[in-house]
Each structure stands twice: as structure tokens, then as C-alpha cells.
């Protein structure tokens, strides 16, 4: 195992991200881990590293690099792997073979090991020498949490990361799948999602308007202002926890409590100020309705509520199909807002898991340290803003899902928006 000379950011098991150096593996390294994980996996009688194996009757071929940062001058949360000159030589030997070519990078930090499949195709007929493919930091610290995390770029890119523990949901979805399906079902439930360019559909653009001719601004913005501006700058999980219990609010037991604690303190605030004429709450989860918090009656938009640590590279959205139903509909008035929190986190092993505690013992469970890992002990709100998504500005969208639901599926995906992508979605901003 070899060792970086920079430190750059770095993924834990828990999926928590420090700063430390590098570690890559040998060749002979690799080679342990990709047996250790594939079933019946076996070296190619070929000049090329490569390995075969071979899942519900659908052979395939394994080309794998180490996952390490971009290099200078690019930011700390930039990785990748380094495009082999003989890509092209490999691509050709499998398809000989008739196996499914796949395009392999294993991240390895102390007891963190992930590995992310990048769609080959994408790469084989670019020039392969000094090329990269590339993945973010979050994106592994997405797929150490959950298991199993996908997305689609801006330029038709896809990229799955998933554990060792998970490589059968990796099979199956990246394997026995026919190629060009990247997810389960995508817009309208069909591949045809992605166009043939790479790039996903997504309604014909309409133009952007400033924020001073933003619908919100007249009466909205200024009530979102007041609301940030008298709210408590720190929250504590165990006082937020009491205060939803003792209000027998609906959500009151979630573990990711900061969320639900936005929704709850601004529900409270639409209630105190008598402010159902401007905000409503609304959450359809009928099949076919609109599944989002808010509703502005006065305009007719619909929006949600998002806590988002600043620590991450993007705001996770709601889902790809929900989002697209309203502003896929060709309207100009169809626009989603987000009102986004943005706060920096303290983990509860910072303080002996006394929110875990608290949380466990408050749901009457033996197990007091579930979810401990995971848990926040509070958060410091640092900025608030509010993003206007719409047919003009969706081509900045990304597609990801994460998580495996109880059936052993992925979720189904959702937007995101990367921090490197708010400039085309920012109508509104405050400094807490």
C-alpha cells in the first residue's frame, strides 16, 4: 500500500470525511480485494491486468485502478481514476471474450473500502493518455452510508459506488441489466431519459428571470427573511427532540432530526403569524401526486424545505419524476423553490452519544446506541438561501439515487444540485 504527499479530504466508514493523505494498493492488492468481494472471480490469460467472472449467466470482465484526488491545483474533494492507455486494448479483449466490460476504481481509506464502476463506453474513445474519470468526495461518503450510491452528470456520465457488502445490488443492477438502463427507470419511467448525445431530456428552456423580478419577492421573501432571522442560530438534538415530542409533532422520532426540525420550526412559524395565505404546508404521496412540503398559493409554485451541512458538495432534491411533473409541464409559471438551511454539524461522538441515548430511551429501545455512527448533536446555522429550479435552469440537475430500499433495490433517483452549480439557481441569500 502506498501513501499520497498531499493531504486531501478522506472518506471513513462511517461515511464522516477528514483530511488525510492517499492510500492506494498494488496490483497483487487489488487482485486480494477483487477476489475477496467478486464470487468466483478469476485472472484473464491475457498480457492485460484484467479479471473475468460472471453473474445469472451474463459474463463479464473487470479492469481496475485505485481512487485518488485529481491533483493540484484542484479542490481537496476531487478524485479519480487514472484512464489506462490500453483501455481500448481491454475494452476489445472482453468484448473477444464476450464479456460486459467494466470500468473499476477501489477507494481505500483505513477500514473504508468502496468501489465505483464508471460507464466504460464514455471513455474507451476518448484519447486515453493523461485522461481521468472522475468522482467526488461526497459521492463516496454517500455510498459508505448507504451502501450503494448512483448518479448521472451534466455530461451523461454515470458513476455507481457501492461496498463489498453490496456488490450483489452492483450486479445486478450494472450487470444483468441490458446496457444503456443506468437506473431502475429514470424520467417518465423510461431509459429514454437519457438522450443519445449522453445528455439527459429535460423540457425546452425558457429564460431566467433576475431576482428582483422573481415571483417571490414581493411578500414571500421577506416573511422567509424574518423567519431565519429570529430563529435560534444553534440547535441542540436533544432540546430539539424534547420540544417536537412535547408539541406530539409527526415527525418527532426521526433520526435525522435537523430536517424535521426545520419543517417543524417553520410549520410553527406559518401558524403563529397567520401566514396560511402565503404558505401551506402540502405533501401528496398518492400515487401520481406531488410530493413536496410547500405550496405558495399566492403564485401557485410549489417548493421544499432542505437542511444541507456545509460540509457536503451538493443538496440532495426530490425525486427525478416529482420534480420533472411540475416543471416539465411547459408553464412559465412552473417553478419549484428551495428554501435551503445551510449549517455546519458536530457529531454525537463528540459527546458520548448523549443525543443517541436520548433518542433511543425516548422510543422505549433496548438498543441505546442505534444509529450512533450517524447521529448529530447539533448544528450551528451559517446561511440561508432560496433556489428557484425551472425549465430554463434544469440542465444543471443532476441525477443520483442512493440507498437500497427493503425489496434489495435501489431507490429510485432523485435531482441534485452541486455546490459548484447554486450560481444558476440562487434567488436569494442570507448570512445567519
Same mark, same amino acid.
Given at each position: 500500500?502506498?501513501?499520497?504527499?498531499?493531504?486531501?479530504?478522506?472518506?471513513?466508514?462511517?461515511?464522516?470525511?477528514?483530511?488525510?493523505?492517499?492510500?492506494?494498493?498494488?496490483?497483487?492488492?487489488?487482485?486480494?480485494?477483487?477476489?475477496? &468481494?467478486?464470487?468466483?472471480?478469476?485472472?484473464?490469460?491475457?498480457? #492485460?491486468?484484467?479479471?473475468?467472472?460472471?453473474?445469472? %449467466?451474463? +459474463? *463479464?470482465?473487470?479492469r481496475c485502478k485505485n481512487v485518488?484526488?485529481?491533483?493540484?491545483?484542484?479542490?481537496?474533494?476531487?478524485?479519480?481514476?487514472?484512464?489506462?492507455?490500453?483501455?481500448?486494448?481491454?475494452?476489445?479483449?472482453?468484448?473477444?471474450l464476450g464479456c460486459k466490460p467494466?470500468?473499476?476504481?477501489?477507494?481505500?481509506?483505513?477500514?473504508?473500502?468502496?468501489?465505483?464502476?464508471?460507464?466504460?463506453?464514455?471513455?474507451?474513445?476518448?484519447?486515453?493518455?493523461?485522461?481521468?474519470?472522475?468522482?467526488?468526495?461526497?459521492?463516496?461518503?454517500?455510498?459508505?452510508?448507504?451502501?450503494?450510491?448512483?448518479?448521472?452528470?451534466?455530461?451523461?456520465?454515470?458513476? &455507481?459506488?457501492?461496498?463489498?457488502?453490496?456488490?450483489?445490488?452492483? #450486479?445486478?443492477?450494472?450487470?444483468?441489466?441490458?446496457? %444503456?438502463? +443506468? *437506473?431502475?427507470?429514470?424520467?417518465?419511467?423510461?431509459?429514454?431519459?437519457?438522450?443519445?448525445?449522453?445528455?439527459?431530456?429535460?423540457?425546452?428552456?425558457?429564460?431566467?428571470?433576475?431576482?428582483?423580478?422573481?415571483?417571490?419577492?414581493?411578500?414571500?421573501?421577506?416573511?422567509?427573511?424574518?423567519?431565519?432571522?429570529?430563529?435560534?442560530?444553534?440547535?441542540?438534538?436533544?432540546?430539539?427532540?424534547?420540544?417536537?415530542?412535547?408539541?406530539?409533532?409527526?415527525?418527532?422520532?426521526?433520526?435525522?432530526?435537523?430536517?424535521?426540525?426545520?419543517?417543524?420550526?417553520?410549520?410553527?412559524?406559518?401558524?403563529?403569524?397567520?401566514?396560511?395565505?402565503?404558505?401551506?404546508?402540502?405533501?401528496?404521496?398518492?400515487?401520481?401526486?406531488?410530493?413536496?412540503? #410547500?405550496?405558495?398559493?399566492?403564485?401557485?409554485?410549489? %417548493?421544499?424545505?432542505?437542511?444541507?451541512?456545509?460540509?457536503?458538495?451538493?443538496?440532495?432534491?426530490?425525486?427525478?419524476?416529482?420534480?420533472?411533473?411540475?416543471?416539465?409541464?411547459?408553464?412559465?409559471?412552473?417553478?419549484?423553490?428551495?428554501?435551503?438551511?445551510?449549517?455546519?454539524?458536530?457529531?454525537?461522538?463528540?459527546?458520548?452519544?448523549?443525543?443517541?441515548?436520548?433518542?433511543?430511551?425516548?422510543?422505549?429501545?433496548?438498543?441505546?446506541?442505534?444509529?450512533?455512527?450517524?447521529?448529530?448533536?447539533?448544528?450551528?446555522?451559517?446561511?440561508?438561501?432560496?433556489?428557484?429550479?425551472?425549465?430554463?435552469?434544469?440542465?444543471?440537475?443532476?441525477?443520483?439515487?442512493?440507498?437500497?430500499?427493503?425489496?434489495?433495490?435501489?431507490?429510485?433517483?432523485?435531482?441534485?444540485?452541486?455546490?459548484?452549480?447554486?450560481?444558476?439557481?440562487?434567488?436569494?441569500?442570507?448570512?445567519?
Amino acid at each position: 500500500m502506498k501513501r499520497g504527499n498531499r493531504k486531501v479530504e478522506q472518506v471513513r466508514a462511517d461515511g464522516s470525511i477528514v483530511e488525510d493523505y492517499d492510500t492506494s494498493l498494488s496490483q497483487s492488492e487489488i487482485a486480494q480485494v477483487l477476489e475477496r &468481494t467478486f464470487p468466483d472471480l478469476r485472472k484473464a490469460h491475457a498480457p #492485460l491486468p484484467f479479471f473475468l467472472g460472471e453473474y445469472q %449467466g451474463v +459474463p *463479464f470482465a473487470i479492469r481496475c485502478k485505485n481512487v485518488t484526488y485529481l491533483g493540484h491545483p484542484h479542490p481537496f474533494y476531487k478524485k479519480r481514476i487514472q484512464i489506462a492507455d490500453d483501455l481500448p486494448e481491454f475494452y476489445a479483449a472482453a468484448k473477444n471474450l464476450g464479456c460486459k466490460p467494466l470500468l473499476l476504481g477501489i477507494y481505500t481509506y483505513g477500514s473504508n473500502t468502496l468501489f465505483a464502476s464508471f460507464g466504460i463506453e464514455t471513455y474507451v474513445n476518448k484519447a486515453a493518455h493523461n485522461s481521468s474519470a472522475h468522482l467526488y468526495s461526497g459521492d463516496l461518503a454517500a455510498a459508505a452510508e448507504e451502501g450503494f450510491f448512483e448518479k448521472v452528470d451534466f455530461f451523461g456520465n454515470t458513476v &455507481t459506488l457501492f461496498r463489498p457488502d453490496t456488490v450483489g445490488v452492483f #450486479l445486478e443492477e450494472c450487470v444483468a441489466k441490458p446496457d %444503456g438502463q +443506468p *437506473f431502475s427507470y429514470a424520467f417518465g419511467e423510461s431509459p429514454a431519459a437519457i438522450e443519445n448525445a449522453g445528455r439527459i431530456k429535460r423540457p425546452a428552456p425558457e429564460e431566467s428571470a433576475p431576482v428582483s423580478a422573481s415571483p417571490l419577492a414581493a411578500s414571500i421573501l421577506p416573511n422567509i427573511r424574518r423567519f431565519f432571522a429570529q430563529e435560534a442560530k444553534r440547535w441542540y438534538g436533544i432540546d430539539c427532540y424534547k420540544e417536537m415530542i412535547e408539541a406530539g409533532y409527526k415527525n418527532r422520532f426521526q433520526a435525522e432530526w435537523v430536517g424535521f426540525f426545520l419543517e417543524y420550526r417553520f410549520e410553527t412559524y406559518i401558524e403563529e403569524h397567520g401566514l396560511s395565505d402565503v404558505f401551506r404546508y402540502h405533501q401528496d404521496k398518492s400515487a401520481g401526486g406531488i410530493d413536496l412540503d #410547500l405550496f405558495f398559493p399566492q403564485i401557485g409554485a410549489y %417548493g421544499d424545505l432542505k437542511a444541507h451541512s456545509e460540509d457536503s458538495r451538493g443538496i440532495q432534491g426530490n425525486d427525478w419524476d416529482t420534480v420533472f411533473s411540475v416543471i416539465g409541464r411547459g408553464r412559465p409559471k412552473d417553478h419549484i423553490y428551495y428554501i435551503v438551511c445551510e449549517h455546519s454539524t458536530e457529531k454525537d461522538s463528540l459527546y458520548q452519544y448523549e443525543v443517541t441515548r436520548f433518542w433511543n430511551s425516548a422510543r422505549e429501545k433496548t438498543d441505546l446506541m442505534s444509529y450512533h455512527q450517524r447521529m448529530k448533536h447539533n448544528v450551528t446555522l451559517k446561511r440561508a438561501y432560496v433556489l428557484d429550479i425551472h425549465s430554463g435552469n434544469c440542465d444543471h440537475l443532476k441525477m443520483f439515487r442512493q440507498g437500497i430500499n427493503s425489496n434489495g433495490r435501489p431507490r429510485p433517483p432523485k435531482i441534485m444540485i452541486e455546490r459548484e452549480d447554486l450560481q444558476y439557481f440562487m434567488i436569494d441569500e442570507m448570512i445567519l
